[in-house]
């Protein structure tokens, strides 16, 4: 059997409903790149900046604001453009690309007057942004691997020459970096043996690093730095020390006193980001992500604000462009039968006008509310969710089990194309936010410390079985689909649950933990303590992970089974999806295979998602078929 690019004879699906049919969505208006997305006012807050497709890829798009002089100013192909963000004096460009998927990141500028793009960062070296103040608009302090592909050290950038110039030399137990308003690095972070954190502070280059605060390994899920004040006497922090969901708190750096900021002991999730003002000169509001975002506004001079974008029904409020005065405002709203919508806010009038959507073309297609449900997991753990029905269904639907990737991330609510997707096509979605998400307090993620392939992997199976018990399933149509580590779960779901499951569909999903580890990139060394407390020691514990790795089980695969592969995946690399294959081929188990050239853990070119997502429907067709 060829395996490569091997696709089933096309399905037409056609969904029946009760009281009308339901028009099939099609797949370019799911999948294909958005039309605009992602707009950002310039400093000066006269022009924005957005991504848009330029020869079917992502690429920067500026124009004034009121106008319609759109232009694009880069031409990057196969893979969009990953980030961007304006110069201060509004002159420039700049973007982070990804040319193949490896995410080695490089810096590039964009003269908007001569539109003469250069590349600021080598090729094969990965680079992030450290700082870039108003202060110092011509310099900016940027990471890399360049030295050594393990450690990232700082560089100050001369943004209009391109010189580079060295300027904190990594010894190589430092994780991260954290510069002040000056582009000097000022806190560093260090790995502990237990899996936790330490932070050290230095008021000057010419200092000695002192300790000023550690997280254990329990308490690190949920804490971390945010940065420092707009005079860099304090250090704006999240901590979960002593308490389970987590403060936003600040550490003065002369006393090395904490206060808290904002803490509501009796909400059950995390605060998981903090608005500020432009330089970080006050924070503004916390955002708070239960089964919805929550906003709380922590400076009174926002509070009207605020209020009156929460109250215009539009949605959660979950993006915010702001010029350097914090005056005109470009903001996002998402909800789960709209994709992102945006407009610009002028705060001094308080005047709220309609940019764009993201995706115009749904609008004229029926989409399906996503409602966050609950169980009780078979240890008594309570286990959060969303459940999208079928169109037009609600009763013994077929049921697709989407988990998400991580494991330390989550399902949030919203749009979200692949779920509309399915559901749209007949499928129940259930997507099961299980012990190791986060956002629910450390307890509940530390709940999931090795408990790969097992306790976790339980509370999907009692997921299923809750839907069962509710009439929400029918018993007999259940699928389970995921990526990253929501296709280790697919692998694992086929290989010890083939009884429960039709098919499963693993996408970039690992099927050996051993060599999920052995294969990290270079730069994961410092996650290392990470990994080996919240998943399991490769040298000590290798049994226990064997015995959790599909891999060694793939003998005991008897439902149909599809993996999907990006050749230069630097998480999931190809030697998982080679043994997986190999040990399918000896067992004489069927199964489909795809695999993207130039891609990574995730496939950015919009040509092959429509390939994969065609693939995925024709699957579903032939194994789960609509009755």
């Known amino acids: 059997m060829d395996k490569k690019y091997f696709l089933y004879t096309f399905f037409s699906i056609f969904v029946a409903c009760s009281a009308h049919a339901i028009t099939k969505i099609p797949l370019p208006?799911?999948?294909?790149?958005?039309?605009?997305?992602?707009?950002?006012?310039?400093?000066?807050?006269?022009?924005?900046?957005?991504?848009?497709?330029?020869?079917?890829?992502?690429?920067?798009?500026?124009?004034?604001?009121?106008?319609?002089?759109?232009?694009?100013?880069?031409?990057?192909?196969?893979?969009?453009?990953?980030?961007?963000?304006?110069?201060?004096?509004?002159?420039?460009?700049?973007?982070?690309?990804?040319?193949?998927?490896?995410?080695?990141?490089?810096?590039?500028?964009?003269?908007?007057?001569?539109?003469?793009?250069?590349?600021?960062?080598?090729?094969?070296?990965?680079?992030?942004?450290?700082?870039?103040?108003?202060?110092?608009?011509?310099?900016?302090?940027?990471?890399?691997?360049?030295?050594?592909?393990?450690?990232?050290?700082?560089?100050?950038?001369?943004?209009?020459?391109?010189?580079?110039?060295?300027?904190?030399?990594?010894?190589?137990?430092?994780?991260?970096?954290?510069?002040?308003?000056?582009?000097?690095?000022?806190?560093?972070?260090?790995?502990?043996?237990?899996?936790?954190?330490?932070?050290?502070?230095?008021?000057?280059?010419?200092?000695?690093?002192?300790?000023?605060?550690?997280?254990?390994?329990?308490?690190?899920?949920?804490?971390?730095?945010?940065?420092?004040?707009?005079?860099?006497?304090?250090?704006?922090?999240?901590?979960?020390?002593?308490?389970?969901?987590?403060?936003?708190?600040?550490?003065?750096?002369?006393?090395?006193?904490?206060?808290?900021?904002?803490?509501?002991?009796?909400?059950?999730?995390?605060?998981?980001?903090?608005?500020?003002?432009?330089?970080?000169?006050?924070?503004?509001?916390?955002?708070?992500?239960?089964?919805?975002?929550?906003?709380?506004?922590?400076?009174?001079?926002?509070?009207?604000?605020?209020?009156?974008?929460?109250?215009?029904?539009?949605?959660?409020?979950?993006?915010?462009?702001?010029?350097?005065?914090?005056?005109?405002?470009?903001?996002?709203?998402?909800?789960?039968?709209?994709?992102?919508?945006?407009?610009?806010?002028?705060?001094?009038?308080?005047?709220?006008?309609?940019?764009?959507?993201?995706?115009?073309?749904?609008?004229?297609?029926?989409?399906?509310?996503?409602?966050?449900?609950?169980?009780?997991?078979?240890?008594?753990?309570?286990?959060?969710?969303?459940?999208t029905n079928a169109a037009e269904k609600s009763q013994d639907q077929p049921l697709v089990l989407l988990v998400h990737g991580g494991p330390w991330a989550r399902d949030t609510w919203g749009y979200s194309s692949e779920v509309q997707f399915l559901a749209n096509r007949g499928y129940a979605v259930l997507q099961v936010n299980y012990r190791a998400s986060n956002g629910y307090g450390k307890e509940f993620l530390n709940a999931g410390n090795k408990e790969w392939g097992r306790r976790i992997h339980q509370d999907l199976i009692d997921a299923i079985r809750w839907t069962v018990g509710q009439h929400i399933a029918n018993p007999k149509q259940i699928t389970i689909m995921g990526a990253s580590y929501g296709g280790y779960s697919a692998l694992c779901g086929a290989a010890f649950n083939s009884d429960i499951f039709c098919c499963a569909i693993d996408l970039f999903g690992f099927a050996n933990i051993l060599t999920t580890f052995k294969n990290r990139p270079a730069y994961w060394v410092h996650g290392d303590h990470v990994w080996k407390k919240r998943v399991g020691d490769p040298e000590t514990e290798a049994d226990m992970l064997k015995a959790r790795s599909p891999l060694f089980y793939a003998h005991q695969i008897s439902c149909p089974l599809l993996l999907v592969q990006g050749t230069n995946d630097i998480r999931c690399t190809k030697e998982e999806s080679e043994q997986i294959t190999h040990a399918l081929d000896e067992n004489k188990i069927p199964y489909t295979y795809i695999e993207y050239d130039n891609e990574g853990h995730g496939i950015a070119n919009a040509e092959k998602r429509l390939n994969l997502y065609t693939t995925i429907e024709q699957f579903l067709a032939q194994h789960m078929p609509i009755a």
């Not at 860099?232 to 922090?237: A, E, F, H, Q, R």
């Not at 009796?266 to 432009?278: A, E, Q």
């Not at 001094?348 to 997991?377: G, I, R």
């Open 29 to 387: 208006v799911l999948f294909g790149n958005p039309e605009k997305i992602a707009p950002q006012i310039s400093p000066e807050g006269e022009r924005l900046a957005y991504l848009a497709p330029y020869n079917d890829t992502l690429n920067v798009w500026v124009k004034t604001v009121g106008q319609e002089d759109d232009r694009v100013i880069t031409s990057v192909s196969n893979r969009g453009v990953g980030g961007f963000f304006w110069s201060f004096d509004c002159k420039t460009i700049f973007y982070l690309y990804d040319k193949d998927g490896s995410e080695n990141n490089q810096l590039y500028k964009v003269n908007l007057e001569t539109d003469a793009t250069t590349c600021l960062t080598p090729e094969k070296v990965r680079a992030g942004i450290l700082r870039y103040v108003k202060q110092m608009p011509n310099k900016m302090l940027i990471s890399m691997n360049k030295e050594n592909p393990a450690y990232f050290d700082a560089y100050e950038l001369d943004v209009e020459t391109g010189n580079c110039k060295l300027t904190f030399k990594n010894p190589g137990n430092v994780a991260g970096l954290i510069a002040d308003h000056n582009l000097v690095i000022r806190a560093i972070s260090i790995p502990t043996v237990d899996g936790g954190m330490q932070i050290l502070t230095r008021n000057n280059t010419e200092d000695s690093w002192q300790p000023l605060i550690t997280w254990s390994g329990e308490d690190a899920a949920n804490s971390g730095v945010l940065g420092f004040n707009n005079d860099d006497t304090k250090l704006y922090i999240l901590d979960s020390h002593g308490i389970n969901t987590n403060q936003f708190a600040n550490i003065d750096l002369t006393t090395n006193s904490q206060t808290t900021l904002f803490y509501d002991a009796h909400c059950p999730y995390d605060i998981v980001n903090v608005l500020f003002t432009p330089d970080m000169e006050s924070p503004i509001a916390a955002v708070i992500l239960g089964e919805k975002k929550q906003l709380v506004t922590l400076d009174p001079r926002y509070e009207e604000d605020f209020k009156l974008l929460q109250e215009t029904g539009y949605g959660e409020l979950v993006s915010l462009s702001s010029d350097i005065k914090h005056t005109k405002w470009i903001v996002g709203f998402a909800a789960d039968t709209k994709p992102i919508r945006y407009y610009y806010y002028d705060r001094s009038t308080k005047n709220l006008s309609f940019l764009f959507s993201a995706k115009p073309q749904l609008d004229q297609y029926e989409l399906q509310p996503m409602h966050p449900v609950s169980f009780t997991a078979s240890d008594g753990l309570t286990i959060h969710g969303y459940l």
